[in-house]
C-alpha cells in the first residue's frame, strides 16, 4: 500500500506540473485524484492525518519543485520560499477537506475543498505574501483555445474547472458501474471545451490597428547595472533606428535605462534626451515606452511610507516605465506590483532581519516605491495603452485596472533573464496570453532578452517572437478595442465568493459536530 500511495504522490505532481513545464494543462483535470484515493484510504485518527498530510506535502513540493526550479539561477532562497509559501496553502485547503470527509458528509467536503483552494489562491493573489505563479487556472495558459471564456471568469473560473473535474472523475471511478457518474464528468470536461472553441472561432479581431514595434536589446542582466550605460544606450538608439517610420508605438524592455535618472530632471537626463531627438528625427509621430530605474527625493516631513534614508536625504526609489516622444517626456508609471524578496520585503516590521537575503533583479534592491493608481499612456496619434512592467502582467485584475481606465492594448516590459534559458521565461510570457483573454486586448511584449513579440486579443501569439539571447527588432499592426469584458469589470469575484463559502462551510461543520456531540440532540 505505501509503494501505491507514493507512484500516487509521483502521479498527481506529474500532472500538476505539465501545464508549466510546456505540456499541456488538461492534465490537471485529473491531477488531484490520485491525492483524493490517498485520502479516502485512511481514517479518521490523528495518526491517519499526519500520513495524509505527509504525502499531500510531499505532491505539492514536488510540483513546484519541478516547475520553479529555475529560480535557482537567481538566488537560492527563491525556490525554497516559493515552495513553502504555495505548498502551505495548498495544504490548507486540501488538508481542511482531508479533515471534513472524515467527519462530515460528502458534499460539505467537496465544498470546501472548491471554495478552500480558490480562497487560498486568491489570498495569495492579494495578499503581503505573493507569487501566484502556480495557480491551476495559469495551467492553460499554452492553450488559451481551451479557456476563451476567461474573459468572464479569470484564471479563477481555470481552477474551478480543474477542481469540478477531478472530484467528478473521482466519483465516477469509485462507482465505476453507473453511467451516470461518467456521463457528468464527461460533461464537466467537454462542455467548456466547447464553449471555449465556439468563443474562439466565432471572435473577430477588431478593425481600428497600430503599427507597433519590440526591441529586444539581449544585454546580460547581471552585468547590466554594473557596466557603463553609455554602450547600452548606443545598443538601444541603433535598435530603434532599424524600426520603420511607419511606426506608432514602441516597446523597450524594463530598466533598459539604467543609470539612476532624478525624476525631477528626467527630461535632462542624457539617454532620454537622445532618445527623445531619434524620435524627433525618425518618429515624429511614435510614442516609446522604455523602462528606466529612477528615483525620487523628498524634503524632511514629507517621505513615503517607502522612502529610504541616507546622507540626510529621504528619497524612493522607482522601477518605472516612461511614455516618450518627439516632445519629450509623456508620462510615467511605477511598478506597483512587485516581487517578494527583490523589489519588497513583507511585513518589514518582522521580516527586517532578512534583508540581506533581498536580491537584484531590477537595478535596485530593498523596497521599492509604488504608485497608488494605474497609469495609461496616450499622446494625439496613439490612444491609451498599459504600461504593464515585469510581474504584473501576472495579475489579472490588476492589469485590469489598466483597461478600465481607458487602456486600449496592453504593453509588456520585462528584464527576463534572471533565470537562464529554463522555463521561468517561458510561463512568464505564456501567462500574458491569459492577460489578453481576460480582457481582449492585445498585447505587446518586449523583453531584455527571453520572449518579445505580439499577442492578439484571442490569446494567439501572432507572427515571429525573438527567442531566448536573441537581439533584434519585431514590427506588427495590432488591433485596438475599447471594449470592457465581464471579467474587465468585476476583477475577481470568484476568489472573494469563495472566501464567503468557504467560512460558511466551516462555521456549518463546527454547528454540525457541535450538534452530533451533544447528548440532548437526538
Known amino acids: 500500500m505505501t509503494l501505491r500511495r507514493f507512484l500516487c504522490v509521483l502521479l498527481s505532481a506529474v500532472l500538476l506540473s505539465m501545464g508549466w513545464i510546456g505540456l499541456s494543462g488538461l492534465p490537471l483535470l485529473a491531477a488531484l485524484v490520485p491525492l483524493l484515493w490517498i485520502s479516502s484510504t485512511y481514517g479518521p485518527s490523528r495518526r491517519d492525518w499526519w500520513r495524509m498530510f505527509g504525502w499531500a506535502w510531499l505532491a505539492f513540493a514536488l510540483w513546484n519543485g519541478l516547475t520553479i526550479w529555475g529560480l535557482w539561477y537567481s538566488t537560492p532562497v527563491g525556490p525554497v520560499a516559493a515552495t513553502l509559501a504555495s505548498t502551505f496553502l495548498n495544504m490548507l485547503a486540501f488538508m481542511l477537506y482531508h479533515t471534513v470527509s472524515k467527519r462530515a458528509h460528502k458534499a460539505l467536503a467537496y465544498t470546501l475543498l472548491v471554495s478552500g483552494w480558490i480562497a487560498t489562491e486568491y489570498w495569495y493573489t492579494v495578499g503581503e505574501f505573493s507569487f501566484p505563479w502556480l495557480l491551476l487556472g495559469n495551467g492553460f495558459a499554452t492553450e488559451p483555445w481551451a479557456v476563451q471564456w476567461y474573459e468572464y471568469t479569470g484564471i479563477f473560473g481555470g481552477t474551478l474547472w480543474v477542481l469540478l473535474c477531478n472530484l467528478f472523475l473521482f466519483e465516477a471511478l469509485q462507482h465505476r458501474r453507473s453511467t451516470g457518474y461518467w456521463v457528468r464528468t464527461a460533461a464537466a470536461v467537454v462542455l467548456p471545451l466547447v464553449i471555449s472553441l465556439t468563443i474562439y472561432f466565432r471572435w473577430e479581431e477588431p478593425q481600428r490597428r497600430i503599427p507597433a514595434a ?20 548606443a545598443n538601444l538608439l541603433s535598435l530603434l533606428s532599424e524600426i520603420p517610420d511607419s ?38 509621430q511614435a510614442l516609446l515606452v522604455v523602462g528606466a530605474d529612477t528615483y525620487k527625493i523628498y524634503p524632511a516631513g514629507a517621505q513615503t511610507s517607502t522612502a529610504r534614508y541616507r546622507n540626510g536625504i529621504w528619497y524612493d526609489r522607482f522601477n518605472t516605465a516612461l511614455a516618450l516622444d518627439a516632445r519629450g517626456v509623456q508620462g510615467i508609471h511605477h511598478k506597483s506590483r512587485l516581487v517578494i524578496g527583490v523589489e519588497k520585503m513583507p511585513l518589514p516590521w518582522l521580516f527586517r532581519w532578512l534583508n540581506f537575503l533581498v536580491i537584484d533583479l531590477g537595478g535596485t534592491t530593498g523596497q521599492l516605491g509604488v504608485d497608488t493608481q494605474r497609469t495609461v499612456f496616450a499622446t494625439d496619434t496613439v490612444p491609451a495603452v498599459a504600461p504593464a512592467v515585469c510581474y504584473e502582467s501576472v495579475y489579472g485584475a490588476y492589469v485590469g ?68 539571447e536573441e537581439r533584434g527588432v519585431l514590427t506588427r499592426s495590432v488591433a485596438l478595442d475599447d471594449e470592457l469584458t465581464f471579467y474587465t469589470r468585476y476583477g475577481d469575484y470568484l476568489g472573494r465568493i469563495a472566501e464567503y463559502v468557504m467560512l460558511l462551510s466551516i462555521l456549518y461543520f463546527v454547528a454540525y459536530r457541535v450538534k452530533r456531540r451533544n447528548y440532548l440532540v437526538d
Open 247 to 284: 511606426v506608432r508605438l514602441i516597446a523597450m524592455p524594463e530598466t533598459a535605462l539604467v543609470e539612476g535618472i532624478n525624476e525631477s530632471y528626467v527630461s535632462e537626463n542624457p539617454s532620454v534626451r537622445q532618445l527623445v531627438a531619434a524620435l524627433a528625427a525618425d518618429h515624429p
Open 214 to 233: 519590440v526591441v529586444q536589446p539581449n544585454i546580460d542582466c547581471y552585468d547590466k547595472f554594473n557596466t557603463s550605460p553609455d554602450g547600452q544606450r
Open 401 to 468: 485596472e489598466f483597461v478600465r481606465r481607458g487602456a486600449e492594448v496592453l504593453l509588456v516590459i520585462t528584464n527576463d533573464g534572471w533565470w537562464g534559458d529554463t522555463a521561468i521565461h517561458r510561463q512568464h510570457f505564456s501567462f500574458s496570453r491569459l492577460r489578453a483573454i481576460e480582457h481582449r486586448r492585445a498585447v505587446v511584449r518586449s523583453a531584455n532578452t527571453g520572449i518579445s513579440g505580439f499577442i492578439n486579443a484571442r490569446g494567439d501569439v501572432v507572427g515571429p517572437t525573438l527567442g531566448w
